[in-house]
Nanobody
Framework: HVQLVESGGGSVQAGGSLRLSCSAP????????VGWFRQAPGKEREGIAS????????YYAESVKGRFTISRDDAKNTLYLQMNSLMPEDTAMYYC????????????????????WGQGTQVTVS
């Protein structure tokens, strides 16, 4: 059973940066796609970035495009989300997610596509 474990959340002032990490042992050979979601209080969980492990194709939601970057370090079995120019509306619980099936989307996949989820890490921007 593969577990996804997020870290790196915290509080930051508007305009600042944070880097989230998602540890997932063996993810490169186990998952087809890994992504980041976020959920603010009272709102739906939103997919914001994804990467396909075989091709390194990346996709971003419009709300974060140009500010956030998804990347991976296979040697460390870790996925990252670099978040720059943070705004108060980026405040949310951030989740790492992954799936094994072969589906490929030309955008961040829907929440229903993901089978594996981390526990989340809180990001607060003030």
């Amino acid at each position: 059973h593969v577990q996804l474990v997020e870290s790196g959340g915290g509080s930051v002032q508007a305009g600042g940066s944070l880097r989230l990490s998602c540890s997932a042992p063996g993810y490169g050979r186990y998952f087809n796609c890994v992504g980041w979601f976020r959920q603010a209080p009272g709102k739906e969980r939103e997919g914001i970035a994804s990467i396909y492990t075989a091709t390194d194709s990346t996709y971003y939601a419009e709300s974060v495009k140009g500010r956030f970057t998804i990347s991976r370090d296979d040697a460390k079995n870790t996925l990252y989300l670099q978040m720059n120019s943070l705004m108060p509306e980026d405040t949310a619980m951030y989740y790492c997610a992954a799936y094994r099936h072969s589906s490929h989307y030309l955008s961040v996949p829907p929440r229903s596509a993901f089978d594996y989820w981390g526990q989340g890490t809180q990001v607060t921007v003030s």
